[in-house]
């Protein structure tokens, strides 16, 4: 199981760092996905570490401000999340994939923890 948190209510131009935390099973064999749904709008990938964890992609909306790293020691991934916007509201999850590379898709992916909200105010 993953478990996200750090959510929270933020002043835009702010930030946040959310944790993912995995339970039962090792990171070291997994890459791993933030994504995130606005309220009426579909899932969107955010961003995604390599098994290695050295290659990171990201969202065109999010480069420079997002930042994702991976502690395999505490199990835990990490979003950092600066220079927050409005537009960034959304509910984020965290998912690993069975996989070494990074990944978009979100059917690529085998385990999901439940989200964490961010809200940005203007």
């Known amino acids: 199981q993953l478990q996200a948190s750090g959510g929270g209510l933020v002043q835009a131009g702010g930030s946040l760092r959310l944790p993912c935390v995995s339970f039962g099973f090792t990171l070291d064999y997994h890459a791993f996905g933030w994504f995130r749904q606005a309220p009426g709008k579909e899932r969107e990938w955010v961003a995604c570490?390599?098994?290695?964890?050295?290659?990171?992609t990201y969202t065109n909306s999010v480069k420079g401000r997002f930042t994702v790293s991976r502690d395999n020691a505490k199990s835990t991934v990490y979003l950092q999340m600066n220079s927050l916007r409005p537009e960034d509201t959304a509910i984020y999850s965290c998912?690993?994939?069975?996989?070494?590379?990074?990944?978009?898709?979100?059917?690529?992916?085998?385990?999901w923890g439940q989200g964490t909200q961010v809200t940005v105010s203007s």
């Open positions: 570490i390599n098994m290695n964890g050295d290659e990171t």
């Open positions: 998912a690993a994939a069975t996989a070494t590379a990074c990944l978009k898709s979100h059917r690529a992916y085998d385990y």
